[in-house]
Every structure is written in C-alpha cells, then in structure tokens.
C-alpha cells in the first residue's frame, strides 16, 4: 500500500513539474520581440553511391525557404522567406507582433519554395520541407531570444524522385458506370 502512494506522490510531483516548465515556455513567448527560424537546405542525389547518398548531401546557396504564420481564425498573417548561404543556412527573423496581432509560432509554419540549382530543384519532404513543417518547441529560449532550428531539408535531382502512380486524376466520372473496370 506504501509503494501506490509513493508511486502516486512522485506522479503527481511530475505533473507539477512539467506544468511549471509549460508555464515558463508560456511566459517566455510573451516577453520576445522577435523569433527566429534557422536550418539548412542541401541537395541529396540518388544517382551517386549509398554513401555518397547518405553523407554526400551539399548545401545549396539561394535555395528560399518561407515562414507562413495564421491567426485563429486560419487566415494567413505573415508571410516572409529567406536565401540560403554558401553554407545552405538560412535565418529568417520575424517580429513577434504583425498589424497590431501578436503571432504565435505554433500557428505557423514552414517550407521550401524553391532551389536555384538547375539539377537539383526537386524538393522532398524530408523533414517536412515540401509540405511544411509547424514552429512546435523553441530551439533555444534564452533571455530575449527565441529560436527554432529545423530541417536539414533536401532537394533532390528528377532522376531521384518517385513518380505519382496514383492515377485518380485521370479517371474521368461516368454516371452510368460506362467504361469502368471498377
């Protein structure tokens, strides 16, 4: 009987502990004027070795990223992009308020736009990069700084990406069941 009560003594000290740190992250937001958005783009080829594939991936310089922010009521709010570097990192700082709105990063999100690379330009949705991935937990909170790091995210050569087998747009509707092997 002892041991239930310890177990649920450390249980409920758990709870308190994680919601205090939910409350600190809470109140963080509150106090940043700005919010940065790091990470990198490289350029992933298939037609090279399995080693060459895995850890050969090259930053590509001027590929654009952008962040996409929504209000409550889902309608876009922001919007911003960003270069890459020679490095393939990009920073994209945004203020934290937008027409008297204050954004919040977990209504935003981002993903790549587009790759200067004439080979590489297929973008994957390695990490999410081609769909878009959403602003979760800050990368660092540290006095006025709040940052999110993602990705890596990739581009890859036409040879690499997988055709769509899925052929539903080339059906064509027929009331009367004419025509169909369905």
Not at 86 to 115: M, W
Request: proline share 4%; hydrophobic share 35%; glycine share 8%.
């Amino acid at each position: 009987m002892k041991m239930k009560a310890v177990n649920f003594m450390v249980a409920a000290a758990s709870l308190i502990v994680v919601f205090s740190n939910f409350m600190n992250v809470a109140q963080a937001f509150e106090g940043m004027d700005v919010i940065h958005v790091a990470g990198k783009v490289l350029c992933q080829d298939c037609t090279q070795g399995w080693n060459e594939w895995v850890d050969g991936a090259k930053p590509i310089k001027g590929s654009i990223v952008s962040l996409t922010c929504l209000d409550e009521r889902r309608r876009v709010m922001y919007y911003g992009s960003d270069l890459t570097d020679e490095a393939g990192k990009f920073d994209l700082i945004t203020n934290t308020t937008c027409y008297g709105k204050t954004i919040k990063p977990q209504n935003c999100f981002l993903r790549l736009v587009s790759s200067p690379d004439p080979v590489c330009n297929i973008a994957t949705d390695f990490a999410g990069g081609k769909s878009g991935i959403k602003l979760h937990r800050p990368t660092v909170i540290y006095r006025d700084l709040l940052k999110y790091v993602l990705g890596p995210f990739y581009y890859t050569t036409p040879m690499c990406d997988e055709p769509d087998t899925n052929d539903d747009d080339n059906l064509e509707s027929d009331d009367e069941g004419k025509g169909s092997n369905y």
